[in-house]
Each structure stands twice: as structure tokens, then as C-alpha cells.
């Protein structure tokens, strides 16, 4: 048959070294001649197509210019290179990078390619992957490199078209090829992406930041948008994965890429399995995809990627499931010869971390005044989303399930760098959905400041979310979304909440069980009472807890009225058996005091029961916790264990932790009861163990419990007008703390004791209070066990002030304002106890407006505690209290909501 006349033909320059290249194992010379001539004849077979080589033509310029020409006269060049790259190829490389001019780079080299092949190759990665292609050997090359110019074109048209489903590769002839060298490269490319094409932009339309998602209206959509859209919305969301019809659609697709996708179907079953949380099925699935893999002759970095989700879901099957198959996946991986990698994934994670750190070198090192125009956000997360298409088209479960991950951090960095309330959001609660609990607390915790409106506005609808995933983790989602939004919720999700609460302690997970607990905890004074003590009853009588403390602690916030008679006798069977097992477990026996103050009829009886935890100090606190204690045994009991720890620790470089802080009781009690038996113990017992700790070698975190204390103990000397004795005075004064041993890193510091001594020396007298505002000239650089040990000391100072009027200063005022600005939560809340003391200076203007202020933080622990304040001096400043309670029955926070009211319906009875 006659090839048809075609007038225009794509020109392609076919490129290599001029000479004869040795092959590195023998003493035979490659002729690189004789390969271009046989690459030409095999390109221009096809009748679109005019390949010519450097032979074909003869000039009288320059060698060096003339390589130039034939390159700009092309339409594609083909650079052939084995373990060589000389001068005259580089030249055409190079006009090849100037011009942009269209480039297939073919790699036959070996380990023993020079340095400049490898750099090559290096600068041929940074730049785009899918210019150049590693060959194995010279088999049928001529027809690989023939059929990778045909697709190149047809995929740039299909690229800047609409995309059209492409052939798996073929001969000239429309036979496939199907050669070991390259079938093993069957890698999705960045044209095969494109199918994702429209999918992209959408993705800020689920992150709040509908401004930058690209309007589609008049855009044809592209092969797998959806398959894109429900794969965000998974990532972002949790939403169901994929649909059958939308996984069908996949497969199809997919079917372009691979000569077989048996075994490609099989991965997405594995996937969905894994998301639900049947891991057993997931693995045989993966299983079986292995075998299909094989039986196919996949190429070999399929095959790899098969073995390392098979390895890593075999060690998440229980062994009595699958049958005991050892590491056989494992040792398959390590007797392999290469690398194990996915192709491209690593690198599209690369590129974006190295997009997102030079937009925070940029950013960060600015110079004052820079005007940003725009961001580099659209890269940075586009190299993400590249991440989950491909992950997605490789079907790897493995990297799927880290991919919510990535995007939490990008999210994270990107969020704070431009400060960004809907990135930090969106980065938070995938923290959550990817099952990491504790960083979702610790980080909701971090940002709650620049994040509560968003959390707040999207209370019920993230609840929903949580409530409606389908994935294995979604207890623990469930858990932490009502930890952090439950006393946010309307009336009616809340009710579906408590419902999902009490039917889970049926089922609970025992892994989640102290996070299940904490959950309560925190709603516990919007949930019914009666629902509590049930879960309560389930959770102990089926060992649902990993350490006690969580579930004493419950205990402790019970209102028994509001609960049957015969659920309280239900709670008080199991105490009588779990109890002894929950001390054991770090459980508090006080929660005994707790249920027979609430009802003595029904709980007396744990006070009696055998192994309650109630011996020595705990019958103590046990009787004052009752109302029927001795404050000055308790005292004395506590002074004697602050000394038999202070010997265990006085010894240089030896530290002892003890669960127990006998200096915190000893205040307690002194604040109390400060009755005169009580300030003849202190000061005849107590004071002189105080001075055996200041001048001891302890270590640092002994010494500031003592001086902490000690600051409650003379700040009421001093304003009772109590003698100190001199003793202690003279150890104030010259106590030093070069001595101390500071090898322990505890929540305590030298700094933070150096500021109570400071206060200590000021309330004996021999120091002016000048001295402690020089100390917090540098507050901004102090860190937060600092911060807090100062608002400690400025909180015993301004309580135990003789007189307010004469002892606040400008300086103290702008401290103690600076405390109600810091990110600390708790020296925020110490700030407001500030506050509340200085009302009566000469700065009562700017207090009461500060403290206005701190009613609208967004931490509700602040406001709470403003309420508290308001509580416990309802007679004094009341213009001021109804001010901001009025303001605050309106809260979006339940228990806020509630306090106010109360203390509304106090004052008006009053």
C-alpha cells in the first residue's frame, strides 16, 4: 500500500554521540551510527513523521552552530544517551533547554555512567521526569523511542484539548509492544494527571476558601473529575471513598494505562476495606491482587509496591485471622536488589516541601514593609493533590493512608504562614479524621485563638461529619469533635450526641477508652446525670479503661440528686467489685467522698470495703473531704512527707519523682484554715524544713515547691502582721542556688525559683519590690515556665498586698496586662485573679476594661473563671459583674451560658 503525500510532517532531529562509544564489560565498540540510522528508518515508516539525523545533512558552518540549526529546525529532538555525554550532545541539550524546544531524553547507560550522565539526569529530575526514560537495553528501542514520539504528540494534543481516553502503547503498525523492557515501565505521567484536570481547583471549595477555587461553569470537565472530587472529599471530609460507579469508571480509565487491571481492581478493594475498617478483608484482597500481579507479569515496581501493603497490613491482622505466614512479604522485599520506591510519589513530595520552604524563607526573611502580591499556595498544594491522584492510580493503600497526613501539614505551614483561620482549621480536623487524637487536641488547643469562630460556626455540621464517617476511626473522630464543639452543639445534635455516647460505652474500643472518658468529662455538665452513671456502670464493669484516674475523676463531677435510686445502687454493685482494681490502676479513692457526700445511704458502704485505697494520708483527706477531718493532723501528716522526700532528694545530681506534692497540700490547708494551731505548726515545723531545703543541694524542682508554698505561707504573714521567724528571714535573704542540682527537666525551672525567691525576699522585707519589675522588664523573652511562675508570684503579691493603692504601679499594671495577652492558657486565667485584686488602685478605669476585655477571649476556661471570680465576690463591684454576665447568658458555650444565668438568679435574689 502507498503511503498517502503528505505535505507537512513533524521534523524529529535524533540526536547522539558521533562517534563509537566502548561498552564498559568488553572491549567492543558501540556504533552509534549504525542505532540512529536504525531509529530513523523506524520513525519514518510512519508517514506523518520525517526523522534526520546529523548525516542527513552538510554545511559549511561552524560544528558547533550547525548542531544549533538542526535543533532549531526541528519540531522534537531525541536524545540517545548510554555512559557517555559529550561535547557536541550537550550543545544541542543546552539549545534544547534555551528554546524550550520539545525533548525525549532515552538513558541505555549502566552503574558505570560518567558524572556528567548522571548530572544530567539530576537536572533532567529537577526539572521534569517525564522528559526522559531509563531503557534496560537495545531491545526493539527503535519501536519504544518510535511509539514514545507518536503518544508525545498525541498526548499534547489531548493535553490542551479535551482529554480523550489514550491507547496503550503501540507498534506502527497498531501491533501492541509488549517487550520485557518496556512493559516494566508502565508509569502513570503527568499527561495521564491531567485527566484529574478540573478536579484541582475544587479543592478550596471544601476548605472555606471559595475565592480561590476556579470557576468551572464554561469548562468541559475533565475524564476523571469525579473520581478526583470524591477523593478530596474523602481526604478533607471523610466522605465515602469512592462509589461503585465512579470506582468503575476508574478501573476503566486505568485500563488505558495498564495492559491488565485485574489486579488494580483488586487494590481498590483492599483500600475500601482498609477505610472501613476490615482490615482481614483488605489483606486478602491485596492478597489476591498479588497473585493476579504475578500471573501477569506486571512490571516490577507494581509487583513492589503489592509486597509493601501486604507487609504492612499483615502486621495490623491479628495472627489467629490469617494464619501464621511470618514476614514472607517482608523477606521478599529485602532479597530484591533495588530500591523500593513508587515511581514519581517521592518526588512530587519533594518538590512540594521544597515549593512550601522557599515560601517561608521568603516570607520569614523579608525585609520590613515587602508587599507580597499573591502566594505560591496554588504549587504547593497542587503537588499534594498530584500526590493523591497518582498514589490513587498506583492503588497503593499505603500511600493513600498517609496522604490525609500530608495534606494536614501542608495545611498547617501553609496556615501559619499566611496566617490563614481556614487552612489552620481544615489542617486540625484532618488531624483528627487521619486518627491522630492527641494532635488534634494539642494543636486545637495551640490555635483555638485563631480558629474557635470556624470551629464554633461548624459545630453541628462537623459533628454530622463525624457522626456519618465510614472509615475505622471513627470512634476516636466521634470522641475528640465532641471533646472540643460539644457545648457548642444545638440543642438537637447535642441530643444525638448523648445518644451515640451512651451506645458506644457498649462497644467502646479499650484503646480509646481514657479519650472516651476525658470526652464526658468535658460535657459532663450538659449531659443528664443519669446517662453518666450508666456509662459509668458499663465502662467499669467491662474493664473499659487503661488507667483509673480518668474515671475517678468523673466520679468527682457527679450531681447524685438528679439520678434513680436504682441506677446509683447499680454503680455502687460494680465500685464494691472494680474498686480495689481501679486504685490499682491510678485510680483516686477521694471519689469515694465524692458518692457519699451525694449519697450516703447508697455508697457508705465503700468506705468500709477491703483494698479501697483509703489507708494513711487518704483516711486523712478522706475525713476533711467528708467534713469530718482534723486540718491539723492532715498538716502535720504533710510536713512529714514534704521531709521524707526532701531526704530521698538532697543528695547532688539525685532525683526522685513522687506522685503526691505534699508543699501543694500543706497550702491547702493553710488557706483553708489558717486557724492559730495551723500557724503554730508552719511556723514551729514547717519553716524550719524550709530552711533545711533553701540551703540544701536538692534540685531545682524541690526547692521551688518549697518556695512556692512558702510565698501562700508569709504573703498571709505579712498581711496578718504575723512575725516571721528571724531564722527564716536570714535564710531568705542569703539563700543561693549555685548549688542546686539542675540536671532534671521538670515543669519547673531555675529562672521561675529565682522569681519566687524574689517575692519571698520582698515579703520578709529585705528587698524592694523595684527589684521584681526589673526581673520582668524581659517578659517577651522569658519562656512559659517562667511566664507562669511569675503571674504566680504577682498573684501572692497583690493577695497578700497590705495596702493595693500604694503598692501598684504603672509597672505592675503593664505586667499583668501583658499576662492577660500571652498564648498561655494559664497565665491568662492567673492574669484575671490579677486583675480582680487591683480593682481598687488608682488604674480602676483601665482594669475594668481589661477585664471586659478577657470576658470576650476566646478560651472559654477565661471566662469561666471570670464567672467563678464573679461567684465568690457577688457583694462587691456589681455594676461591673452584671455588665458582663448579661452579656455572657448569651454565650455559644453551654456550661458559660449556664453560669451566667445562675449567677444572674443569685444577684436578683439577693
Not at 354 to 368: D, G, P, V, Y
Not at 523 to 529: A, G, P, T, Y
Amino acid at each position: 500500500m502507498n503511503s498517502p503525500n503528505i505535505e507537512e510532517k513533524l521534523k524529529v532531529f535524533i540526536s547522539s554521540a558521533m562517534g563509537d562509544e566502548v561498552h564498559t564489560d568488553s572491549e567492543e565498540t558501540f556504533k552509534w551510527l549504525d542505532f540512529r540510522e536504525t531509529v530513523q528508518n523506524e520513525l519514518n515508516k510512519c508517514p506523518y513523521i520525517q526523522a534526520f539525523t546529523i548525516e542527513n545533512r552538510t554545511s559549511t558552518m561552524r560544528s558547533s552552530d550547525f548542531m544549533v540549526a538542526n535543533v532549531d529546525s526541528s519540531d522534537i529532538v531525541v536524545l540517545l544517551i548510554k555512559n557517555e555525554f559529550r561535547k557536541g550532545t550537550e550543545v544541542e541539550y543546552t539549545r534544547c533547554r534555551e528554546t524550550n524546544k520539545p525533548m525525549l531524553v532515552f538513558f541505555f547507560g549502566d552503574d558505570t555512567a560518567k558524572d556528567e550522565v548522571i548530572s544530567l539526569r539530576k537536572d533532567l529530575e529537577k526539572r521534569d521526569y517525564c522528559t526522559y526514560r531509563k531503557m534496560n537495553d537495545f531491545t526493539n528501542a527503535e519501536k519504544i523511542i518510535t511509539n514514545a514520539v507518536i503518544q508525545d504528540v498525541i498526548f499534547y494534543y489531548h493535553y490542551n484539548h479535551h482529554y480523550t481516553p489514550f491507547l496503550q502503547p503501540i507498534d506502527i503498525d497498531g501491533t501492541p509492544i509488549e517487550t520485557e523492557s518496556d512493559y516494566d515501565s508502565y508509569i502513570p505521567t503527568k499527561t495521564v494527571l491531567s485527566q484529574f484536570k478540573t478536579s484541582y481547583k475544587s479543592i478550596y471549595s471544601y476548605i472555606g476558601m471559595s475565592n480561590l477555587s476556579q470557576k468551572q461553569s464554561d469548562i468541559p470537565l475533565s475524564n476523571l473529575h469525579t473520581v478526583g472530587e470524591q477523593a478530596i472529599k474523602w481526604v478533607l471530609n471523610g466522605e465515602r471513598f469512592l462509589s461503585s460507579d465512579v470506582k468503575s469508571k476508574l478501573v476503566s480509565s486505568v485500563a488505558t494505562i495498564y495492559p491488565n487491571v485485574e489486579w488494580y481492581s483488586k487494590r481498590l478493594d483492599a483500600i475500601d476495606f482498609f477505610i472501613q475498617g476490615d482490615i482481614v478483608k483488605a489483606y486478602y484482597s491485596e492478597k489476591e491482587a498479588l497473585k493476579l500481579a504475578e500471573e501477569t507479569k506486571a512490571a516490577a515496581w507494581i509487583v513492589t509496591n503489592i509486597l509493601i501493603d501486604l507487609r504492612n497490613l499483615q502486621m495490623l491482622c491479628p495472627k489467629n485471622k490469617i494464619g501464621l505466614e511470618d514476614e514472607i512479604y517482608q523477606n521478599r522485599l529485602n532479597s530484591l536488589n533495588t530500591i523500593v520506591h513508587v515511581p514519581v510519589l517521592d518526588r512530587y513530595l519533594e518538590d512540594t516541601y521544597e515549593a512550601l520552604l522557599n515560601e517561608e524563607i521568603k516570607r520569614n526573611t523579608a525585609s520590613f514593609g515587602t508587599t507580597f502580591f499573591g502566594s505560591n499556595l496554588d504549587n504547593i498544594i497542587s503537588g499534594v493533590e498530584n500526590y493523591l491522584f497518582s498514589s490513587l492510580l498506583y492503588g497503593s493503600y499505603t500511600h493513600l493512608a498517609i496522604t490525609r497526613k500530608i495534606f494536614a501539614t501542608i495545611f498547617y505551614r501553609t496556615g501559619k504562614l499566611y496566617n490563614s483561620p481556614e487552612l489552620l482549621y481544615t489542617a486540625i480536623k484532618m488531624y483528627l479524621f487521619d486518627g491522630k487524637y492527641k494532635d488534634f487536641i494539642r494543636l486545637s488547643n495551640l490555635e483555638w485563638n485563631n480558629i474557635s469562630n470556624i470551629f464554633i460556626l461548624n459545630a453541628d455540621g462537623l459533628w454530622h461529619q463525624a457522626h456519618n464517617l465510614q472509615e475505622r476511626s471513627k470512634e476516636a473522630v466521634c470522641i475528640g469533635v465532641l471533646y472540643r464543639i460539644g457545648l457548642y452543639l444545638s440543642d438537637n445534635s447535642f441530643t444525638e450526641a448523648e445518644r451515640y455516647l451512651l451506645e458506644l460505652s457498649e462497644h467502646l474500643p479499650w484503646n480509646i477508652s481514657d479519650n472516651y472518658t476525658d470526652c464526658i468529662i468535658n460535657n459532663c455538665e450538659r449531659l443528664s446525670n443519669e446517662n453518666v452513671v450508666k456509662i459509668l456502670i458499663t465502662i467499669i464493669g467491662k474493664d473499659k479503661y487503661a488507667t483509673a484516674n480518668h474515671i475517678t475523676r468523673l466520679i468527682s463531677y457527679l450531681d447524685l440528686e438528679s439520678v434513680s435510686n436504682k441506677t446509683l445502687k447499680s454503680l455502687c454493685e460494680v465500685l464494691k467489685e472494680k474498686l480495689p482494681d481501679m486504685v490499682s490502676r491510678n485510680g483516686d479513692p477521694q471519689c469515694i467522698a465524692a458518692l457519699v457526700n451525694g449519697n450516703p445511704d447508697v455508697f457508705s458502704e465503700l468506705e468500709t470495703l477491703p483494698n479501697n485505697g483509703l489507708s494513711g494520708e487518704q483516711v486523712l483527706i478522706y475525713a476533711l473531704n467528708t467534713n469530718k477531718g482534723d486540718w491539723y493532723a492532715v498538716l502535720q501528716s504533710e510536713i512529714e512527707s514534704a521531709r521524707q522526700q526532701f531526704e530521698a532528694n538532697n543528695q547532688k545530681g539525685i532525683y526522685h519523682e513522687f506522685g503526691v506534692n505534699p508543699y501543694y497540700i500543706v497550702s491547702c490547708v493553710f488557706e483553708n484554715n489558717p486557724s492559730y494551731d495551723i500557724i503554730k505548726c508552719v511556723t514551729e515545723e514547717f519553716f524550719p524544713l524550709c530552711i533545711n531545703v533553701l540551703n540544701s543541694n536538692c534540685s531545682f524542682d524541690t526547692k521551688d515547691q518549697c518556695a512556692e508554698c512558702l510565698c501562700t505561707a508569709l504573703g498571709y504573714y505579712h498581711k496578718n502582721g504575723i512575725d516571721i521567724p528571724s531564722a527564716l528571714i536570714g535564710c531568705i535573704q542569703n539563700v543561693s542556688l549555685e548549688d542546686s542540682s539542675d540536671f532534671i527537666m521538670t515543669h519547673r525551672s531555675n529562672e521561675g525559683l529565682w522569681c519566687r525567691l524574689i517575692i519571698l525576699k520582698i515579703l520578709v522585707g529585705v528587698l524592694e519590690k523595684q527589684v521584681l519589675i526589673q526581673w520582668c522588664f524581659s517578659y517577651s523573652k522569658k519562656d512559659a515556665k517562667e511566664r507562669r511562675a511569675l503571674v504566680q508570684c504577682l498573684k501572692t503579691y497583690l493577695q497578700y498586698s497590705v495596702d493595693v493603692s500604694s503598692d501598684v504601679d504603672a509597672l505592675i499594671i503593664s505586667i499583668i496586662f501583658q499576662c492577660c495577652e500571652d498564648q498561655d492558657v494559664f497565665i491568662r486565667t492567673m492574669a484575671c485573679e490579677c486583675l480582680w485584686f487591683i480593682l481598687d488602685s488608682q488604674y480602676a478605669g483601665q482594669v475594668e476594661e481589661k477585664i471586659y476585655e478577657m470576658s470576650i477571649d476566646p478560651t472559654p476556661a477565661i471566662r469561666s473563671k471570670l464567672l467563678y471570680i464573679f461567684k465568690e465576690n457577688n457583694t462587691i463591684h456589681k455594676e461591673l459583674i452584671n455588665r458582663i454576665t448579661l452579656q455572657l447568658v448569651n454565650d455559644a458555650n453551654y456550661v458559660i451560658r449556664k453560669q451566667a444565668k445562675d449567677i444572674l438568679e443569685t444577684n436578683l435574689k439577693m
